[in-house]
């Protein structure tokens, strides 16, 4: 069975930085990961993609944080990272990890990252 937990979400003044991780686990006869990716819902707002990652490394922004946000993965402990640097206030959001195991996407249950003006 598919678990996905992300952490390393909190609060950080504008500017900072915070990591987040996303581990996903799987059992012996569920599909290899397929892409992995980070997505956000502000307070108010609709669900967003953040930065994607497919299991060759090829990687996929959203214009919002390129050049401040960067999603890399360790395919031998089947988890992603996120490192966000120079953030803003309106980074303020739950940021969510999404796995796909073909046919099916698994969502974890999300982190808080609050940015302070």
């Known amino acids: 069975q598919v678990q996905v937990v992300e952490s390393g979400g909190g609060l950080v003044q504008a500017g900072g930085s915070l990591r987040l991780s996303c581990a996903a686990s799987?059992?012996?006869?569920?599909?290899?990961?397929?892409?992995m990716g980070w997505y956000r819902q502000p307070p108010g707002k609709e669900r967003e993609m953040v930065a994607t990652i497919t299991r060759g490394g090829s990687t996929n922004y959203a214009d919002s944080v390129k050049g401040r946000f960067t999603i890399s993965r360790d395919n031998a402990r089947n988890t992603i990272y996120l490192q966000m640097n120079s953030l803003k206030p309106e980074d303020t959001a739950v940021y969510y990890c999404k796995v796909r195991a073909p046919p099916k996407d698994y969502w974890g249950k999300g982190t808080l990252v609050t940015v302070s003006s």
């Open positions: 799987r059992g012996i006869f569920d599909p290899i990961f397929d892409v």
